[in-house]
């Protein structure tokens, strides 16, 4: 590839990228086949922290909920949007306790309680991390259409494809929206904060 067709390389790229994430948050928030009403995302679950207490989808009422799905052997997008998050309930300030925030885990073989309350130690200790059995997890990952799968590795190991959108949930645990961390921190509090 000379140096004339690389920068029209790079932007092509970019830009199936994006249409790409266009796609999936136009079909989250139920913009395909005519429907107008906002799509059915999330319901019923039963998941353990990483202190092992129990979470359910009641534990989302009464406040505005933040949601990211992961897994602890992430080598990127997952560490960087922890850490986003974890930016975004220091700028909270005291308000940060009036939000729920979870990082559910897709990746329950790997992910225990144990592993997740280690990894965590890393970011804002409002965020809670929620793991559980192969069937819990499947049922929270159905609930909130996130696409996620086991990718062999070379060595034997696997690694995870998932969906790496930030899901916002209001006092009702209702989807509102994929939530922006794409911004300033102060920006995506002030956001947030409106919700509470």
């Not at 009464?62 to 309930?89: A, M, N, Q, R, Y």
């Not at 060595?155 to 645990?173: E, F, P, S, V």
């Not at 939530?179 to 920006?187: G, I, Q």
Request: hydrophobic content about 40%; proline content about 7%; aromatic content about 10%.
């Amino acid at each position: 590839m000379d140096s004339t067709t690389r920068p029209l390389a790079v932007i092509a790229a970019f830009a199936a990228s994006l249409a790409v994430g266009l796609l999936v948050t136009f079909w989250l928030i139920g913009g395909f086949g005519g429907v107008t009403k906002p799509a059915a995302i999330g319901g019923p679950f039963q998941l353990t922290d990483q202190s092992g207490q129990t979470v359910t989808d009641k534990n989302l009422l009464g406040k505005p909920t933040i949601i990211f799905f992961g897994f602890t052997h992430c080598p990127d997008v997952c560490p960087t949007s922890l850490f986003e998050i974890s930016e975004v309930l220091r700028a909270m300030g005291p308000d940060a306790g009036k939000v729920n925030a979870y990082f559910i885990s897709v990746d329950p073989e790997r992910d225990t309680t144990a592993a997740m309350k280690d990894y965590l130690s890393s970011f804002d200790p409002t965020l809670k991390g929620l793991t559980g059995t192969p069937e819990e997890i499947a049922k929270v990952i159905s609930a909130y259409r996130v696409y996620a799968k086991k990718v062999p590795l070379k060595d034997g190991d696997y690694t995870m494809d998932h969906t790496a959108l930030i899901y916002l949930m209001d006092r009702n645990g209702k989807f509102v929206r994929p939530f922006d961390l794409k911004r300033k921190p102060e920006e995506s509090a002030a956001d947030l904060k409106r919700y509470l």
